[in-house]
């Protein structure tokens, strides 16, 4: 099989925002924020990206011509837990197809499984276990988690997860 040169690596950063998702859920279930609590299962609804929007699964982040390649960024599904000890889990993982054709080596990047979040209003803050950054999503409806993030070269990426 034939090694393909890319001209340039769109999965790692694309990839790094949509750990994001991983973070879509962080509060507490007493929470002063809008609807209150927010301990629950949330899973992605919908997500908006350089693709558009996608109210479906598999969530396409990303689908366009590079080069001479295409490539198709999505998450085929996601979900995030927040208990009301202040710790979440989450799962989900990140697929890359370039002309069709799954690249293993390169998905299955899955989101941040753990840590732990707070909330201030109806700003939750979440801080993964694994050492990677703090993060922030917003918490609206009673049963809704927005998590926005600005990925160069791709723009503003926006992931919605809902109980």
């Known amino acids: 099989m ?5 001209p340039f690596r769109l999965f790692p950063a694309l990839a790094a925002a949509v750990a994001l998702a991983g973070a879509l859920a962080c509060g507490s279930d007493k929470s002063t924020g809008p609807g209150g609590n927010v301990a629950g299962t ?3 609804a919908s997500t908006n990206g350089p693709a558009g929007t996608d109210n479906s699964a598999p969530f396409v982040l990303f689908n366009s011509n590079v080069g001479a390649d295409t490539y ?14 202040k710790h979440y889990t ?3 993982t990140v697929e890359l197809y370039i002309d ?21 209003g109806s700003t939750v ?13 917003t918490f609206s ?7 926005t993030e600005s990925v160069a070269p791709f723009g503003t990426i926006t992931i919605v997860a809902k109980k």
């Open 125 to 137: 803050t979440f801080t993964p276990s694994d050492g990677s950054a703090a993060m922030t999503a």
């Open 72 to 85: 198709r960024i999505q998450i085929p599904s996601g979900s995030i837990t927040l208990g009301a000890d």
């Open 141 to 147: 409806g009673g049963n809704t988690l927005t998590f």
């Open 100 to 120: 069709d054709v799954l690249q293993p080596d390169e998905s299955g990047d899955s989101f941040p499984s753990g840590g732990t979040y707070s909330v201030s």
């Open 2 to 6: 034939t090694q393909r040169t890319r």
């Open 42 to 44: 949330y899973n992605i």
């Open 90 to 92: 989450g799962s989900g």
